[in-house]
């Protein structure tokens, strides 16, 4: 007899503060091992930290994680929303891959190279009542 799993989603409401992203990190891992997702745990955490910590630094406010188990078996989503509603030209497809001397801008061609589905929306009402974006990747096994 096959058994389903219910979906479950957790929303992580983080401070502006340079620790959200470890915050968010270890978070993450305990969610996935409760719900028996441990072997996403490399990628998750990368996509992850590479989100919050874009919205940390673009984003003078408060931020927002959320994590969401989708229908297939093992898959999860991973967003981020942050107060700035500028989408970064990554998400936009109109980026040229950082140059190999760059010190900056390899963090979210990272994510698209890790995640197998990504995507961004502008949010004019926002979360919160407030504009801004939101980013959203997806990884599974």
């Not at 490399?42 to 406010?61: F, G, I, K, M």
């Amino acid at each position: 007899m096959a058994t389903v799993s219910p979906s479950w989603a957790y929303t992580l409401h983080l401070p502006h503060d340079p620790r959200a992203p470890r915050v968010a990190r270890h978070t993450l891992r305990t969610v996935l091992a409760a719900h028996g997702m441990a072997g996403l745990l490399d990628t998750a955490e990368l996509l992850a930290s590479e989100l919050v910590t874009n919205a940390h630094r673009y984003s003078a406010e408060p931020y927002t994680l959320r994590l969401r188990a989708l229908e297939e078996p093992v898959r999860l989503r991973l967003s981020v929303w942050d107060a700035n509603p500028h989408i970064p030209a990554p998400f936009r497809g109109i980026a040229p891959s950082p140059r190999e001397d760059d010190e900056r801008g390899r963090g979210l061609h990272l994510v698209q190279s890790c995640a197998d589905n990504w995507g961004a929306y502008e949010l004019q009402g926002g979360l919160h009542g407030r504009p801004g974006k939101l980013l959203w990747v997806e990884c599974g096994r």
